[in-house]
Structure formats: C-alpha cells, structure tokens
C-alpha cells in the first residue's frame, strides 16, 4: 500500500504561483513514476506533470513553460512548482503514484488540493 498527502493548494490571482507538493509513504512505495493530475469542475481528470525514475519528466502541452516538476528521493516527495497561473487552471490537483509489477499496474491517489486562480 502507498499513501500520499498532497498540500500547497490555495487562491491566488492569475500570473500568481503556488507550489504543491505530495508526501508518499508505504511499504508499497518506489516512486519510479509519480504524477499530478487535476480535474476541473465538469471535465474529466486529465494529466498535468509526470517525473519518472532518472528525473525524466513530461507535461501536458497546458502547462508547459509554466509548470515544474520535481521530486525529492531522500523524503519521498514529489513537488509542483506552478508559475503564470490563469484561471484555466482552477480544478482539484491530484498526486498518484504507479507502482508496475509483472502483470499488474496500480495507481494510488491523494485526496486531492483545490487550486484556484482567480482576481
């Protein structure tokens, strides 16, 4: 089993930054893949930021030049530097963690962090 916190979320005005960050911890846990995800009112979730084992990252094409990615392996943590932030990014923020064994793939979730950008 892995459990994951997440913290940071919070208002802010657009072209603001907030800075989100995920706690893992578990027996389960090797945080070779962990990610942000967010859902905004009426979508679906949709992925924000990977950072894989190695320190390779990918972002969704919305949040590139804005958003960072990072992780801190000796805490087990993983952080969401968000810079320039419009409204269009208002939603639910969400940390997972993949954990891939021969034949099965699970995803753990936090509870999520609302993140709202508006003036």
């Known amino acids: 089993q892995v459990h994951l916190v997440e913290s940071g979320g919070g208002l802010v005005q657009p072209g603001g930054s907030l800075r989100l960050s995920c706690a893992a911890s578990?027996?389960?846990?090797?945080?070779?893949?962990m990610g942000w995800y967010r859902r905004a009112p009426g979508k679906q979730r949709e992925l924000v930021a990977q950072?894989?084992?190695?320190?390779?990252?990918n972002y969704a094409d919305s949040v590139k030049g804005r958003f960072t990615i990072s992780r801190d392996n000796a805490k087990n943590t993983v952080s969401l530097q968000m810079n320039s932030l419009k409204p269009e990014d208002t939603a639910v923020y969400y940390c997972n963690d993949r954990e891939i064994e021969p034949g099965r793939v699970t995803n753990y979730w936090g509870q999520g962090t609302q993140v709202t950008v508006s003036s």
């Open positions: 578990g027996s389960g846990f090797s945080g070779n893949e």
């Open positions: 950072i894989f084992s190695g320190g390779i990252t």
